[in-house]
């Protein structure tokens, strides 16, 4: 198979997919000076607090959660943001629950875009995740995927804009990871982020296994996991309309803002305060 035969696949297959976010530093707030006469400068993660855990989805990774882990660990938190492989939704979810079963009291989990169905599947039989925060994210029924979801309303403008790349799989086969090009990136992605900041994103970008936006849901832990849901209305990845109807039918909490799907780099307050909210009242 030749990558214009793929890329042709992959984008009649793919035509939306959600995805940025990107987590940020793993790293956790300094620990308060105490010898005498030395005032005391960084904040200190309070025990009663949960520990967030950060999800990125496709096309970024990690430090695309860098604005909300500063804030959370500024207000007390202890965050980490473990990468996403990005490779399949059951291989993701279970490289991720593995991590969640690492983690010491409660736990707040947050997803943005893929990385909101991956948290979805993971969480189940993790009794310390207390709250699912999805930010411009897929929240998938067992039985659907990300590419399903995607394409059951109008208005994503995702697939005209990537570039399937092929890669060697087991046995023979090839996959194809699709990439958004770096001339629409702005546009497409991250249209109310600095073109600056935007190119940088673009450049580092990781890609999407086409096969995990069309991998079927097994499970969903929003069905007994308290939800909050932020959507972004303009959002050329996950159309808005797909994003209510996931929150509705989730009952999550949900808060609606003006934003692109790249919503962690360009409100990381808004993103922050939803999820001290989901913090405050599940582990008060």
């Known amino acids: ?5 793929v890329g042709r696949s992959a984008r009649r297959r793919v035509v939306v997919l959600g995805a940025v976010a990107g987590a940020a530093a793993l790293s956790v707030a300094g620990v308060a000076a105490a010898s005498a006469g030395t005032a005391a400068a960084h904040h200190v993660p309070e025990r009663h607090k949960p520990t967030v855990v950060l999800v990125h989805g496709a096309f970024a990774d990690s430090s695309s959660w860098n604005g909300v882990v500063e804030r959370l660990e500024h207000d007390g938190y202890q965050v980490v943001a473990p ?14 629950h593995s991590y969640l079963k690492s983690v010491k009291g409660p736990i707040v989990l947050a997803g943005h875009s893929y990385g909101g169905a991956v948290m979805s599947q993971a969480a189940v039989g993790v009794p310390n995740v207390k709250a699912l925060v999805y930010i411009a994210a897929f929240i998938p029924e067992a039985g659907e995927s990300a590419l399903e979801l995607s394409n059951k ?30 001339d629409k990136f702005h546009g497409q992605f991250a249209a109310d982020v600095p073109e ?26 929003w069905k007994t996991i308290p939800s909050w849901d932020l959507v972004t209305t303009q959002d050329k990845n996950i159309p808005p309309a797909a994003q209510r109807f996931m929150a509705k039918r989730a009952h999550a909490h949900t808060v609606e803002t003006k934003a692109s799907h790249a919503v ?11 999820i001290e909210q989901a913090a405050h009242a599940t582990t008060r």
Not at 83 to 96: M, Q, S
Not at 264 to 274: A, F, Y
């Open 1 to 5: 198979m030749n990558v214009t035969s």
């Open 83 to 96: 990468a996403n492989p990005l490779r399949g939704l059951a291989g993701d979810a279970a490289y991720l």
């Open 153 to 182: 309303f109008p208005g994503s403008t995702l697939g005209e804009t990537l570039n399937p790349v092929p890669f060697p799989l087991p046995g023979g086969k090839t996959g194809s990871d699709l990439y958004i090009r770096a």
């Open 196 to 221: 600056t900041t935007a190119r940088l994103m673009a450049a580092t970008q990781r890609p999407v296994a086409a096969s995990a936006l069309e991998e079927k849901a097994t499970d969903a832990a």
């Open 264 to 274: 962690t780099v360009s409100r990381p307050g808004t993103v922050t305060r939803l």
